[in-house]
């Protein structure tokens, strides 16, 4: 009988591959990869709900400044302060407890001489820290 001799591989002589621990690296940065991309992609939802919620706010604040503006009462001598609420679409709602937002216009109408008038309007979002803040003076000069 005849022996058959012994084959020994060098590592030289295997066919080039990847071992377990470059496929588990390789592995951990795809998964890295994939977290960051869904942090970042968390991140921006986020801000565009809080962006959408400051130009709802803005809007509200600015529309109420024209309001005022293109029909301000000329008479003077009083101060009036005015409360709205809005759902989170800036339509207008009855009670707080529906509102999003809640915006208060407080008129101060100075002396007839003077000719300006000061108005501030304030928006308050309900579930939000946002608070946006108008101060206007409304010049009755050409009336």
Request: proline share 3%; net charge neutral.
């Amino acid at each position: 009988m005849k022996q058959s001799p012994l084959v020994s591989l060098s590592l030289k002589s295997q066919k080039p591959g990847f071992t377990l621990l470059e496929t588990l690296f390789a592995l951990l940065v795809i998964l890295m990869g994939f977290f960051a991309a869904i942090s970042m992609n968390t991140a921006a939802l986020r801000s565009g709900s809080f962006n959408e919620i400051q130009f709802q706010a803005v809007f509200l604040a600015d529309s109420k400044i024209e309001e005022i503006r293109s029909f301000m009462p000329t008479f003077s001598g009083s101060s009036t302060t005015i409360t709205e609420f809005f759902d989170k679409n800036g339509l207008s709602c009855s009670t707080e407890a529906q509102a999003f937002f809640t915006r208060e216009t407080v008129i101060n109408l100075k002396t007839p001489s003077s000719k300006t008038d000061e108005v501030r309007v304030t928006v308050k979002a309900n579930k939000s820290p946002l608070t946006i803040s108008y101060l206007s003076i409304v010049d009755h000069a050409d009336d």
